[in-house]
């Protein structure tokens, strides 16, 4: 791999020349925080294959709307928010079905009906009253669409580890709440066959997360009359499914992502014989069918990213698709008798307009994937590093002769998640300034194989560091000499943050290559975390890390930044929300102190009313803008008096 193969110059022979990130871009913060209304799920009516999606606003405080696709009309009003607190992550809060909503109230944990076969569709309805109950993933009986089941996350103790969930039946005539399935730890995905007889679903225990081991049950249902109403009953005792065989015999790639967030699907039912596939190859998804035979089929496919896979009708889905060069948007797919498919985005797409005349597609930095090696003594042999690299791309620039761009080495959340290829505008507001952007798939990430994943089990803190310094070094060294050494910027947000923080606190001089770094509400006690955070991470930390706390205390002091900070000689930017419950201000606060007391160079902003993540349009733009000023004062840039 050259430089110039990654096109780092991408000027017109008309282009001016200037140094790399400062160049002027046409992607403003403000645009971006404007335009920033995410669709994040996609519903379908099975009774009549219309479509919907829910849609974050960040120009209304991150409130989640439900929207119907063809008409682009919102269901409720502004006083409602159609979004999910169970596991903290959330995912699922809204069904419809025969034209009634059946949402999660954010504001209450509540949920509430809309009839949407009105003339004038009313105010939501409430259904269920009990405050320290939350609920999510929602499935509608068939024949008895007033019986519903889904997830009940009983907080009425509200500590972690006194948490209850389980799978509830809610009667929306009465209002009614009856326990169905309980005694797992965890619950997702209940899901009725289409008369109703069957209902399946997902379950797991501590100190497993789901990725790791989980079950599915299927069993008989009826609903029995009582009086004048009906009551769903079990009919056959739960028990795991012990007839299930490998469809997909010798596939290395993985075929679904990791459950975070409930509600996500990779997979939906073409026709009797066929069923269709996002799966995961070099860093981007891919589409499949298969047959029940086990004969996969790929198709051609404009999109890098696809998430909420639905069935719709035969032979036809929908989902949310991003591609290198558009933003997510809500994509119908339909196949012809030959299995060759054919997309239509259903309403617009979420691409920033800056103005009528300029052709923004024009200053979008499309990536490259990388695979990277490194030495691995444990094993004596190598390990895979996975990146994405964007180059600097602006069709009004090109840099002097010689020089290499400043960089941005970017690390993702979860731990155990992936950065995924396709447009975010976060990126292209860096790239199109001049910079380069690093995403680092460590070992530990997803959609790289289940060997992937595994590796960072116990390893947490130290091969996400290695990895991610690795990745700087080589992409600048002497052999490889693609970004400039000397001014390779580190930024992530939770887990990304931690990594962050471990990376800079580092006084092993093989892992001082960051000239600055940015932890957004980043992970810094590791003992603090294990304590307080959520019930479904409650284990986690235990298996990133290789035990408790009480029985490896050296592990999570030696990995804990609050401990090492004064180590951090690079200038430190931390942004952290002030009502984030999984990683609390607290610890950021404790980085922050450390390093002042050293005589270091941080800087600290707190978002009110945020919590792990920026949903409000002033937040995304002032973190935005703040972090760019930021390196760009430590790298002197741009003159103070023209920022």
């Known amino acids: 791999m050259t430089t110039a193969n990654m096109g780092w110059e991408s000027g017109h022979e008309s282009a001016t020349t200037a140094p790399y990130g400062t160049w002027e871009s046409p992607i403003h913060a403000s645009s971006i925080a404007k335009k920033a209304a995410a669709k994040e799920d996609v519903l379908v009516d099975t009774c009549s294959s219309k479509v919907y999606y829910v849609e974050s606003r960040a120009m209304e405080d991150g409130r989640n709307v439900v929207v119907d696709a063809e008409t682009g009309v919102d269901l409720f009003g502004k006083s409602w928010n159609a979004r999910s607190r169970v596991q903290e992550y959330g995912g699922a809060p809204a069904v419809v079905h025969d034209g009634v909503l059946l949402f999660s109230n954010f504001s209450d944990c509540q949920v509430y009906v809309v009839d949407l076969k009105l003339d004038n569709i009313a105010e939501p309805r409430k259904v269920t009253s009990n405050a320290a109950h939350r609920f999510a993933d929602f499935a509608v009986h068939p024949l008895h669409p007033n019986l519903v089941v889904c997830i009940l996350e009983d907080h009425t103790i509200d500590v972690p580890s006194k948490v209850e969930t389980s799978l509830v039946t809610i009667d929306t005539t009465s209002g009614s709440v009856s326990s169905l399935i309980s005694g797992s730890d965890f619950y997702s995905s209940p899901r009725f066959n289409a008369d109703g007889t069957v209902l399946a679903w997902c379950q797991w ?25 009906f009551q769903i009953g079990l009919t056959t005792t739960p028990s795991p499914s012990v007839d299930a065989h490998p469809l997909l015999k010798g596939q290395v790639n993985d075929y679904a992502d990791p459950p975070w967030t409930l509600g996500s699907s990779n997979c939906a039912v073409l026709d009797k014989d066929h069923l269709l596939f996002s799966a995961s190859s070099e860093g981007r998804h891919v589409l499949r069918v298969v047959d029940f035979d086990g004969a996969v089929k790929e198709v051609n496919c404009p999109y890098v990213h696809i998430q909420r896979l639905r069935r719709v009708s035969e032979g036809r889905v929908i989902f949310l698709g991003t591609q290198d060069k558009e933003p997510k948007a809500l994509i119908e797919c339909s196949f012809d008798g030959n299995l060759t498919p054919s997309f239509n985005r259903v309403g ?3 691409l920033v307009e800056v103005s009528a005349t300029l052709n923004i597609q024009s200053f ?10 490194i030495l691995e003594p444990k094993f004596a042999g190598r390990r ?14 090109v840099a002097p002769d010689g020089e290499k761009p400043c960089t941005i080495v970017n690390v993702h959340g979860g731990p155990g998640s992936i950065e995924p290829r396709g447009l975010k505008m976060e990126k292209q507001y860096f790239t199109s300034r001049g910079w380069a952007w690093i995403d680092v798939n460590y070992g530990g990430s997803s959609n790289f194989g289940r060997e992937h994943i ?8 130290v091969m996400d560091v290695e990895d991610c310094a690795y990745a ?10 693609m970004i400039d ?4 910027m580190l930024r992530g947000g939770s887990a990304g943050g931690f990594t962050t923080l471990c990376t800079l606190c580092q006084l092993d001089p093989s892992f001082q290559v960051f000239a600055a770094g940015t932890s957004s509400y980043g992970i810094s006690d590791l003992k603090v975390l294990s304590e307080v955070t959520h019930k479904f991470q409650s284990h986690y930390v235990q298996s990133l890390l290789g035990g408790t706390y009480e029985e490896i205390p050296e592990v999570y002091r030696s990995r804990s930044a609050v401990f090492h900070a004064r180590n951090i000689k690079v200038p430190l930017l931390i942004l952290q929300g002030s009502d984030d419950v999984i990683v609390p201000a607290s610890q950021a606060e404790a980085v922050v102190n450390a390093i002042r007391e050293k005589g270091g160079q941080v800087e600290y902003l707190v978002f009110a009313g945020e919590g792990h993540g920026w949903r409000q349009a002033t937040t995304i733009q002032t973190a935005l803008e703040t972090e760019a000023r930021f390196y760009e004062k430590i790298l002197r840039l741009i003159p103070e008096a023209a920022k």
């Open 205 to 229: 225990d501590h100190p497993d997360m789901p990725l790791d081991s989980s079950q599915i049950f299927l069993v008989g249902i009826q609903a029995v009359q009582t009086g004048l109403k």
């Open 348 to 350: 617009p797409t979420d």
């Open 364 to 373: 979008i930095s499309v990536p490259e994937f990388v695979k990277l090696e």
């Open 384 to 397: 895979p590093i996975y990146l994405m690299l964007y180059p600097p791309h602006n069709p009004r620039y």
């Open 454 to 461: 595994e590796r960072l089990k116990g390893n947490w803190g």
């Open 472 to 481: 700087a070094k080589e992409l600048s060294c002497s052999a490889r000499p």
């Open 485 to 488: 050494p000397k001014r390779i």
